[in-house]
T-cell receptor, first 114, second 111 residues
């Protein structure tokens, strides 16, 4: 089955800890994205990557870091510098260089700071 | 002004009726537009994409785009209780990939 997987589904973090959220896709998509969703709000872009070994900051990158060492993987680290990390984190992927550029989402990781 | 605006709802629709959702955007250069459905506690699911003026139909869903007026709409015909969800409008920014999302419209289909 082709798709996007995220793990863990739920994650609890103590203040001051860094945590890493996993995102893997087997759709052979070049581009991958991380979004954050807060209750009652739309999705906000954290980081995105068009190709391996390249990534760009989105609208709310402060307190987050990413890597793109493999085409199928795009992990997100939520650092202790992120002041309000409790949110629903969504990973997405898409083809590059298409007019429509549809993005498909993984099931998400719900992060709670204790 | 928000880049992508939607009425938050809830939009209450009787079963079997047409649900009409609207979305306006501020960037006149936007090229591609998307509607996602999101059930409570789940991730968004792409249901429609459109990039040419006019209508695009897919089953019970019709997306309508009017670039001159900078709005995109979604019609859901013969609404079912399973259509109860939040519908997110997304607009592609720039030359590739980056999407700007609205806050979503909650739809409640009542039997």
């Amino acid at each position: 089955d082709g798709g996007i997987t995220q793990s863990p589904k739920y994650l609890f973090r103590k203040e001051g800890q860094n945590v890493t959220l996993s995102c893997e896709q087997n759709l052979n998509h070049d581009a991958m994205y991380w979004y954050r969703q807060d209750p009652g709000q739309g999705l906000r872009l954290i980081y995105y990557s068009q190709i391996v070994n390249d990534f760009q900051k989105g609208d709310i990158a402060e307190g987050y870091s990413v890597s793109r060492e493999k085409k199928e993987s795009f992990p997100l680290t939520v650092t202790s510098a992120q002041k309000n990390p409790t949110a629903f984190y969504l990973c997405a992927s898409s083809d590059r260089d298409r007019l429509v550029n549809e993005q498909f989402f993984g099931p998400g990781t719900r992060l709670t700071v204790l | 002004q928000k880049e992508v605006e939607q009425n938050s709802g809830p939009l209450s629709v009787p079963e079997g009726a047409i649900a009409s959702l609207n979305c306006t955007y501020s960037d006149r250069g936007s090229q591609s537009f998307f509607w996602y459905r999101q059930y409570s506690g789940k991730s968004p699911e792409l249901i429609m994409s459109i990039y040419s003026n006019g209508d695009k139909e897919d089953g019970r869903f019709t997306a309508q785009l009017n670039k001159a007026s900078q709005y995109v709409s979604l019609l859901i015909r013969d609404s079912q209780p399973s259509d109860s969800a939040t519908y997110l409008c997304a607009v592609k920014r720039g030359s590739w990939g980056k999407l700007q999302f609205g806050a979503g419209t909650q739809v409640v289909v009542t039997p």
